[in-house]
């Protein structure tokens, strides 16, 4: 079992004749996704350097695949509309990798992605991945493990891309499989958040326990924490960045800033130790403290 | 990105907002003709990004011309230091000579993204003139808001709710404060602000509201859009160093610390600054090289690092995913050959192309380069190199 993805989601992406989208998929194709075509206005009637049949729009890409889920790597000036073309084309997931997009053009695609029951995961975010099953991102597919039956696995959720690489690899190394990872993206106004993730994990049960890789800036995690305390049966593991971040200063990530005395490390992991959440102090720790609460 | 108060002004005098009468000025000789043309009684103001101007004294009310000359030339002719400019201070080029007004009361208004709710907010308190997370904090009570539809706007129903929360009830000034709502909301839209501030809006004695000063911050993924907003870009205001990244697709910020550091992704680069602080070092900055990493790219971070005089040691954490480690390897080789260095590089690779990486770095066998099997050991020797 897993969240979102499985090995039977049927995937196109819009902006696969991009240097970025070609690229990505090919990667998403050879870890065994199952693509089955792309968008790209103009080039409909042709096919992709994977030989996938290209289309105009996406709602002829969906008439004509039956696709589940559509992966965008279209520029951030038209990355909004992109995900709202998806949903009305009745896509039930979209992910959206895109970094930059304007955070009005989020508030406007978001509530339209509500209206239509689309979810959304990003933007600028690595994506999400059920190992061994389906991979619809950036992420490198090669550091994850398969859950395994008959022993424990982990679903991780992060705002980051790389320090979510960092835990996936810590935790593989220690032989401990990943139901479904999910990075949720840095941008301030965004798609599936904490909280609905982590009801799904609490559901899945090929998840034993929960990664929510967290960092400064907004009250996201302290939303997490406080549905953790209610609603989260299983262990949850915390990291959060930016502790030696000083305020006022977007730390690479739109959302990652300190201002007006929110947003700040301290604030998240006080949250977190009130949820009863595993904080490791360090980066370096998060496998060990994941293997301690499996009991591994 | 931010504008200069002055800026701010105008775009909200275009969109409606009732301002005083001002100039801005370069020299002590303009000052002065503005004084003429404004006269009686002005506001001198520095025009510069950071604040704590009051207290440092690079706001100053002036009754005369000779005042006026005074506040002038100590402001073009002195750096302002302030809490928030460090204690080298920053030049002042510019001056806003406003006409001053009698205040009766002073309230806040602004618009800004509520991330929680994702929407925009509009935040009104009659306590103004202070700063706002004061009043947040001693008294919540006295911050009303209202959320907006992404499609509507300000609702008629909700600008009437926050005008009688700033306690206004004569009918002009309650058809000014609602100009003044409506124009805050029409430049947050406008313009792709994250903030839009007027802090203080004030009554004047004689009946009058006007908006007395203005921030904006503006979200940088939308200044595309807004060539208004390029040409208001002041590179003057920002760290040179930040600057050279930015034109290199880098993401630095510069900081205290002696530890240098050279980071892909921006969680993990916070991370290795929260790693290094764990093992007892002080980051000297953050840098991200983003996920499209070229050698050219990362050459210029190294070069970027090693300009700050304070840096000791380097730490370059990588875990390639989309950037490749062997990339990294060999900027790292070809900045050796180019730059030198004359401080330890303590480099952690993992991830794609890891193998060929480490290959390429032995074969060179570059002396300062400080090999680190994982996070720990790297930022602990990391820490050791500068101890």
């Known amino acids: ?296 | 990105m931010k504008v200069h108060e002055y800026q701010a002004r105008e775009l909200l005098e275009e969109c409606g907002a009732p301002v005083p009468p001002s100039k801005v000025v370069e020299t002590v000789d303009q000052a002065l003709s503005a004084y003429d043309e404004i006269g009686q009684m002005v506001v001198v103001k520095a025009q510069v990004f950071a604040g704590g101007r009051g207290k440092a004294g690079f706001v100053k009310l002036c009754n005369n011309r000779d005042e006026v000359k005074t506040a002038a030339e100590f402001m073009l002719g002195n750096r302002m230091v302030s809490k928030q400019t460090g204690p080298e201070g920053i030049a002042v080029k510019k001056l806003l000579i406003a006409s001053a007004v009698d205040i009766e009361s002073e309230y806040y208004v602004a618009v800004v993204l509520d991330r929680t709710k994702r929407c925009p907010v509009v935040m009104v308190s009659r306590e103004g003139g202070v700063e706002i997370e004061e009043v947040a904090e001693k008294n919540p009570d006295a911050i009303v808001k209202q959320w907006l539809d992404p499609h509507l706007g300000l609702v008629n129903f909700q600008a009437a709710r926050l005008v009688s929360a700033l306690g206004l009830k004569e009918k002009s000034q309650v058809k000014s404060a609602t100009k003044v709502l409506r124009a805050l909301v029409d430049v947050f839209y406008k313009y792709d602000c994250a903030l839009a501030e007027i802090n203080p809006l004030v009554l004047t004695r004689g009946g009058d509201i006007l908006a007395i000063d203005a921030k904006m911050n503006f979200d940088d993924n939308a200044t595309f859009r807004h060539k208004r907003l390029q040409e208001m870009f002041d590179p003057s205001e920002e760290n040179p160093a930040e600057l050279r990244a930015k034109e290199h697709d880098l993401t630095y910020i510069a900081l205290d610390g002696n530890i240098g550091c050279l980071v892909n992704g921006a969680g993990l680069a916070m991370s290795t600054m929260d790693i290094i602080k764990l093992h007892g070092g002080e980051p000297a900055n953050f840098l991200d090289v983003g996920g499209s990493v070229t050698k050219e790219g990362a050459i210029e971070a190294f070069r970027i690092i090693l300009s700050d005089e304070k840096v000791r040691g380097v730490l370059v954490n990588i875990f390639g995913g989309i950037a490749k480690c062997d990339t990294i390897a060999e900027a790292l080789i070809a900045a050796a050959n180019e730059i030198g260095f004359k401080i330890p590089v303590v480099v952690r690779l993992e991830g794609t192309n890891v193998e060929r990486a480490r290959e390429l770095l032995k074969e060179a066998n570059i002396d300062a380069l400080i090999p680190a099997d994982d996070l720990t050991d790297a930022a602990k020797k990391a820490c050791a190199q500068v101890a």
């Open chain 1, 1 to 296: 079992m897993s969240i979102l993805v499985n090995s039977e989601t049927l995937v196109i992406c819009q902006g696969i004749t991009g240097k970025a989208g070609a690229f990505h998929v090919a990667n998403c194709i050879d870890y065994g996704t199952k693509f089955v075509g792309g968008v790209s206005p103009g080039k409909g009637g042709t096919r992709s350097e994977h030989d996938l049949p290209v289309f105009d729009t996406c709602h002829d890409a969906v008439i004509a695949t039956g696709a589940d889920a559509s992966v965008i790597f279209v520029p951030a000036p038209f990355a909004a509309d992109a995900a709202m073309e998806a949903a009305d084309a009745g896509i039930s997931l979209v992910i959206l990798i895109t970094e930059g997009v304007p955070t009005l053009d989020m508030v406007r695609a978001r509530k339209y992605l509500d209206d239509k029951g689309t979810l959304l995961i990003g933007p600028n975010c690595p994506g999400v991945i059920t190992p061994g099953e389906c991979k619809i991102g950036i992420m490198p597919g090669y550091i994850h493990k398969k859950a395994e039956e008959g022993s424990k696995n982990v679903g991780i959720i992060s705002r980051s891309g790389t320090l979510t690489y960092e835990a996936v690899w810590q935790c593989s190394t220690r032989g401990i499989g990943q139901s479904t990872c999910v990075g949720i993206g840095g941008d301030p106004v965004k798609g599936l958040n904490y909280n609905e993730l982590l009801a799904m994990y609490e559901e899945d049960p090929a998840t034993d326990a929960i990664v929510l890789i967290g960092e400064i800036g907004g009250t996201d995690e302290e939303h997490a924490a406080d549905f953790i305390k209610h609603h989260v049966t299983k262990p949850v593991v915390s990291f959060i960045a930016g502790q030696t971040a000083p305020p006022g200063k977007r730390m690479g990530h739109a959302g990652a800033i300190i201002s007006g005395g929110e947003g700040t490390a301290a604030s998240k992991i006080e949250a977190f130790n009130k949820a009863d959440v595993t904080v490791a102090a360090s980066p370096a720790d998060i496998g060990a403290e994941v293997a301690n609460v499996l009991g591994i």
